[in-house]
């Protein structure tokens, strides 16, 4: 499992945070650890999903996200 952090803009309450979250479970080998307001910590099992696929599954809930760095 690969740790990822992600930075997320437009997401401004709690239906965002649910919003995000259900999208980002429904992805095969992520195990959601954190959402809030502009940001998720998951882990991510690399042999079955992507950077770019959480990404997309984000940009498909209707928010921008990009790899936090550092």
């Given at each position: 499992?690969?740790?990822?952090?992600?930075?997320?803009?437009?997401?401004?309450?709690?239906?965002?945070?649910?919003?995000?979250?259900?999208?980002?479970?429904?992805?095969?080998?992520?195990?959601?650890?954190?959402?809030?307001?502009?940001?998720?910590?998951?882990?991510a099992?690399p042999?079955?999903?992507?950077?770019?696929q959480?990404?997309?599954?984000?940009?498909?809930?209707?928010?921008?996200?990009?790899?936090?760095?550092?």
């Open positions: 499992m690969k740790s990822v952090r992600l930075e997320i803009e437009g997401m401004s309450c709690q239906m965002c945070v649910r919003h995000v979250r259900s999208a980002l479970q429904d992805l095969p080998g992520v195990a959601v650890q954190d959402v809030e307001v502009g940001s998720a910590r998951l882990d099992d042999q079955h999903v992507s950077e770019q959480i990404l997309e599954a984000v940009r498909e809930a209707g928010y921008e996200a990009h790899v936090a760095t550092g």
